[in-house]
Nanobody, 125 residues
Framework: QVQLVESGGGSVQAGGSLRLACVAS????????MAWFRQAPGKEREGVAV????????DYQDTVKGRFSISEDNAKNTLYLQMNSLTVEDTGMYYC??????????????????WGQGTQVTVSS
């Protein structure tokens, strides 16, 4: 099981930027599918962005394409989510998730077993 700890959330005005970080307790290189999810009040949790650790695969939810960027620093066992041009609709609790998979299995639609505790992002108009 992977322990995941998120940080970097906060309050920002619309149009602003935030960078979230997620530190994993293991080296995920070439073994894990890593993703960011979010959940707004009263809404279901949704996948935002995903990558296969150590690979070139990334994918994004349509509403964040061109604004958000997922990346990692394997030396630090850390996953990032750079969020630019934030809107009120981006408000929510953001969670990091990990699943041990083969590269071709990685995607926002798979079942993730390991989750962080979340970090709150609040965007005001």
């Amino acid at each position: 099981q992977v322990q995941l700890v998120e940080s970097g959330g906060g309050s920002v005005q619309a149009g602003g930027s935030l960078r979230l970080a997620c530190v994993a307790s293991v080296n995920t290189y070439s073994k894990y599918c890593m993703a960011w999810f979010r959940q707004a009040p009263g809404k279901e949790r949704e996948g935002v962005a995903v990558l296969f650790s150590g690979g070139s695969f990334t994918d994004y939810q349509d509403t964040v394409k061109g604004r958000f960027s997922i990346s990692e620093d394997n030396a630090k066992n850390t996953l990032y989510l750079q969020m630019n041009s934030l809107t009120v609709e981006d408000t929510g609790m953001y969670y990091c998730a990990a699943e041990k998979t083969r590269g071709w299995e990685c995607g926002l639609g798979i079942d993730f077993d390991d989750w962080g505790q979340g970090t709150q992002v609040t965007v005001s108009s």
